[in-house]
T-cell receptor, first 114, second 113 residues
Framework: EPEVTQTPSHQVTQMGQEVILRCVPI?????FYWYRQILGQKVEFLVS????????KSEIFDDQFSVERPDGSNFTLKIRSTKLEDSAMYFC????????????FGPGTRLTVL | AQKITQTQPGMFVQEKEAVTLDCTYD???????LFWYKQPSSGEMIFLIY??????QNATEGRYSLNFQKARKSANLVISASQLGDSAMYFC??????????FGAGTTVTVRA
């Protein structure tokens, strides 16, 4: 069964460093998303991406964040200068279509900023 | 804006019994989708079940069923014949006329042997 994959599973970085989180969405899906979950809290939407551009973003997704689809399979989230409060689980998700189509999540990348 | 409320932070259920997890939502959009996800202690988010706002029948998926009461804006998840492997956090989520899923705070379910 097709699934969303994410690498790495765990990333530890120093404050101020840049990190890139990688995702491979399900191959026939057209919509891609990033969410984050700070430990013990609810899952929060960051950004959605369709047709090689951002379709929606939350107030969390400020200038420190960027997304890219560098080739036909990968979808990346870059955090330019990490802060302590960026420590969270980051989930990539994809869906075939928009609105009511189910979003399938990857296993997540746990980011720890020291 | 959409809002999802899960009022039960934690629940205990005996193995083989059924458990109902509450979820209420608020949206002004007439077309929306409701989803339930399971998050085991390992951290991944597993899709369980979907209910569309125009669906006439309640969704079912194996041991999972969704008790959808549109007038009350509720979408409760029922897990029947609970198993030890059902112990996890369960999130209700909604998607309306935009791209993002809005999640509730989650309910932790602990299944006792």
């Amino acid at each position: 069964e097709p699934e969303v994959t994410q690498t790495p599973s765990h990333q530890v970085t120093q404050m101020g460093q840049e990190v890139i989180l990688r995702c491979v969405p399900i191959s026939n899906h057209l919509y891609f998303y990033w969410y984050r979950q700070i430990l013990g809290q609810k899952v929060e939407f960051l950004v959605s991406f369709y047709n090689n551009e951002i379709s929606e973003k939350s107030e969390i997704f400020d200038d420190q964040f960027s997304v890219e689809r560098p080739d036909g399979s990968n979808f990346t989230l870059k955090i330019r200068s990490t802060k302590l409060e960026d420590s969270a689980m980051y989930f990539c998700a994809s869906s075939e279509g928009s609105y009511t189509d189910t979003q399938y999540f990857g296993p997540g990348t746990r980011l720890t900023v020291l | 804006a959409q809002k999802i409320t899960q009022t039960q932070p934690g629940m205990f259920v005996q193995e083989k019994e059924a458990v109902t997890l509450d979820c209420t939502y608020d949206t002004s959009d007439p077309s929306y989708g409701l989803f339930w996800y399971k998050q085991p202690s390992s951290g991944e988010m597993i899709f369980l079940i979907y209910q569309g706002s125009y669906d006439q029948q309640n969704a079912t998926e194996g041991r999972y069923s969704l008790n959808f009461q549109k007038a009350r804006k509720s979408a409760n998840l029922v897990i029947s014949a609970s198993q030890l492997g059902d112990s996890a956090m369960y999130f209700c989520a909604m998607r309306a006329n935009d791209y993002k899923l809005s999640f509730g705070a989650g309910t932790t379910v602990t299944v006792r042997a």
